[in-house]
C-alpha cells in the first residue's frame, strides 16, 4: 500500500482508506471483519463521523480498531450544529468516547454551517493544544470557503491539512479549482464516494468496458483502476466503504497501481471531466 504526505501534517497516510458511512447498517461481525482486513493490508487511513448512524458507525470503528490504534490514521468529524468553540470541544470528546481512543489523528469540519469558522477552528485548535487532535481540516468546501478557513488559520505544520470532498468517475468537479487550490496550499484531498456511493459503473457501459479493458492489462479489476485513477495525483487519497472482508481486499489491491498517461486518457474521454460548475478564478 503506498503511503503519501497528508497535507501540512508531515505524516506517511495510505492512498486507499475505508470509510464507514451505514456501515453499522450491515451484519456487525462481517463489517468489523472488513475493516481489520482493511488494516492487515494496508489501508490504515479510516474516515467516521459523529453523523454516522448517530454515532454507531464509531462505536463499531472503535470495536475495530481495539488493540491496533496505533496502526490507525483516524479521522472523524464534527456536525455543522455543534461547530462552535465549545461545541466541537465536546462533540470531540464524545467521538472520542464511541471510538475508545485518546485522540484523533485528523478532525473534520463535516461541511460549513451557520457557526462562524473562527468558532470552529479555535475549537479545533484548543483540542490540538490538549492532544485529541493531531490535525483538522474541512470538509465539503469549495475554494471560496477554503480561502476562508486559510485566512483564519494559516498556513503550517499541523494547520488545515485536508478537504475531503465528493470525488468520483461520474463527478470530477473538484478537478477545475478545488484540487489546484488544494495542491497550491498543501492542503490533502481526500476523495468520498469513490464509487458514486454504490452507483459504479456497470459492465454493460461504454465506461465499464473501458476500465474492464485497463484493468486486463494489470490483472486487476474495474474498480481498482477506478481507485488508481482517482488517487493518481499524490494530493489525493480515497476512502471506499466496502462491508464483505473480500471488497475491502479488492479496494486495497488499488494501493500500488499506477495508471499510464495514456489509461488516464481513456479514463477521461469516457468519463469527461465536464464543465466547471461556476466560474471562480483560482488564486
Ligand atoms: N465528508 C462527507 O460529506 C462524506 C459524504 C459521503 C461519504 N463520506 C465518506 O466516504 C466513504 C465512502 O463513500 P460512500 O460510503 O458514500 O460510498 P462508496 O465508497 O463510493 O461506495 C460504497 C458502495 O460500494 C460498494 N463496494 C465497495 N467496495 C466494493 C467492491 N470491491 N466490490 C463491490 N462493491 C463494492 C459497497 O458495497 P459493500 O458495502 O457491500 O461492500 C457500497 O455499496 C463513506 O463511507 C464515508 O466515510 C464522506
Redesign the pocket.
Known amino acids: 500500500m503506498e503511503q503519501r504526505l497528508f497535507g501540512s501534517t508531515k505524516r506517511l497516510v495510505a492512498r486507499i482508506g475505508q470509510?464507514?458511512?451505514?456501515?453499522e447498517d450491515?451484519e456487525r461481525a462481517s463489517a468489523i471483519a472488513a475493516l481489520r482486513r482493511g488494516l492487515d493490508l494496508g489501508m490504515t487511513h479510516i474516515?467516521?463521523?459523529e453523523l454516522?448512524g448517530g454515532g454507531a458507525a464509531e462505536e463499531l470503528v472503535g470495536e475495530a480498531i481495539a488493540g491496533r490504534r496505533n496502526e490507525v490514521f483516524l479521522v472523524s468529524?464534527v456536525l455543522p450544529e455543534n461547530a462552535f468553540r465549545s461545541g466541537t470541544r465536546l462533540a470531540c470528546e464524545q467521538s472520542l468516547a464511541r471510538l475508545d481512543t485518546d485522540r484523533l489523528d485528523c478532525y473534520?469540519l463535516?461541511?460549513r454551517g451557520r457557526h462562524p469558522l473562527e468558532e470552529t477552528i479555535a475549537g479545533f485548535e484548543d483540542l490540538q493544544r490538549a492532544g485529541k487532535i493531531l490535525s483538522w481540516g474541512v470538509?465539503?468546501f469549495d475554494v471560496p470557503d477554503l480561502r476562508d478557513a486559510l485566512a483564519i488559520a494559516g498556513q503550517g505544520e499541523g494547520r488545515f491539512a485536508c478537504n475531503?470532498v465528493?470525488y468520483?468517475l461520474q463527478e470530477r468537479a473538484i478537478e477545475h479549482a478545488v484540487l489546484p487550490w488544494c495542491e497550491r496550499h498543501g492542503v490533502a484531498v481526500t476523495a468520498?464516494?469513490?464509487?458514486?456511493?454504490?452507483n459504479?459503473p456497470g459492465s454493460g457501459t461504454e465506461g465499464g468496458r473501458v476500465l474492464a479493458k485497463i484493468a486486463a492489462a494489470y490483472e486487476a479489476t474495474p474498480?481498482q483502476v477506478a481507485l488508481a485513477f482517482l488517487t493518481r495525483r499524490p494530493s489525493l487519497f480515497a476512502?471506499?466503504?466496502?462491508?464483505?472482508p473480500a471488497?475491502a481486499e479488492?479496494?486495497a489491491g488499488a494501493g500500488d497501481l499506477q495508471l499510464s498517461d495514456s489509461d488516464v486518457a481513456l479514463i477521461d474521454a469516457v468519463f469527461p471531466r465536464g464543465p466547471q460548475p461556476r466560474a471562480l478564478p483560482v488564486l
Not at 239 to 244: E, R, Y
Open positions: 470509510g464507514t458511512w451505514f456501515i450491515a474516515d467516521t463521523a454516522y468529524k473534520l463535516h461541511w470538509s465539503n475531503q465528493l468520483h468520498y464516494s469513490p464509487f458514486g456511493h454504490g459504479f474498480r476512502i471506499p466503504k466496502a462491508i464483505p471488497h479488492e479496494n
